[in-house]
């Protein structure tokens, strides 16, 4: 069974950084894409930042140049470092990984 917990969501002024932790457990995701998503009030789910197990990153528009993705194989990790955050990136961030997800971590960027 697949578990993805998230942890480093938290209140931050735009211009902050924050970086986003993703524990999974119940395989080996070394051959998964694994991926960060986000949900605003009253907005889909999008995607913003994904890596493939060959490390090849796909990042939303809103987000490049300002978010990196990682991941560490050996310990089953996926991180997302915010930097320069703004209030629109204000969401319940999300770890997805082999169909399963996270239950999310909230971030909050104040003006």
């Known amino acids: 069974q697949v578990q993805l917990v998230e942890s480093g969501g938290g209140s931050v002024q735009a211009g902050g950084s924050l970086r986003l932790s993703c524990a999974a457990s119940?395989?080996?995701?070394?051959?998964?894409?694994m991926g960060w998503y986000r949900q605003a009030p009253g907005k889909q789910r999008e995607l913003v930042a994904s890596m493939s197990p060959g490390r090849t990153t796909v990042y939303a528009d809103s987000v490049k140049g300002r978010f990196i993705i990682s991941r560490d194989n050996a310990k089953n990790m996926v991180y997302l470092q915010m930097n320069s955050l703004k209030p629109e990136d204000t969401a319940v961030y999300y770890c997805?990984?082999?169909?399963?997800w996270g239950q999310g971590t909230q971030v909050t960027v104040s003006s």
């Open positions: 997805y990984a082999s169909g399963g």
């Open positions: 119940g395989r080996t995701f070394s051959s998964y894409t």
